[in-house]
């Protein structure tokens, strides 16, 4: 069954990082770009960031520009969310969805747009 799993989430202080993961078990995983989305409490799901499936393309939401990054490694079909400088206001659930990307440059930040979802996992940042 074609899947991805999230993990790395946690409680961290205003400031701090964290790491989220996104396995997959997608069996054509560099066809597809990799997006993550948030959740928080009350609002609408949110396109935080995204790359595509082979050249590295990558867009952003204007509230992670500078804090946050996007990797993948499709050798181990495993992509990566690195959050830097975390706020409270980034407190969400986090998820990894997968979108086809035939020709390897292209991403959104569009939920509609995705073929594969994970179940999330839960940040939370303290003042």
């Known amino acids: 069954e074609d899947q991805l799993v999230e993990s790395g989430g946690g409680l961290v202080q205003a400031g701090g990082s964290l790491r989220l993961t996104c396995a997959a078990s997608?069996?054509?995983?560099?066809?597809?770009?990799i997006t993550w989305f948030r959740q928080a409490p009350g609002k609408e799901r949110e396109g935080v960031l995204c790359?595509?499936?082979?050249?590295?393309?990558?867009k952003h939401a204007d509230s992670v520009k500078g804090r946050f990054t996007v990797s993948r490694v499709n050798a181990k079909k495993t992509a990566y969310l690195q959050m830097n400088d975390l706020k409270p206001e980034d407190t969400a659930v986090y998820f990894c969805?997968?979108?086809?990307?035939?020709?390897?440059?292209?991403?959104?930040?569009?939920?509609?747009?995705?073929?594969?979802w994970g179940k999330g996992t839960t940040v939370t940042v303290s003042s």
């Open positions: 969805a997968a979108e086809e990307d035939v020709f390897g440059n292209h991403c959104s930040l569009v939920a509609g747009a995705m073929s594969y």
């Open positions: 997608i069996s054509s995983f560099d066809d597809y770009a």
């Open positions: 790359i595509s499936s082979t050249d590295g393309t990558t």
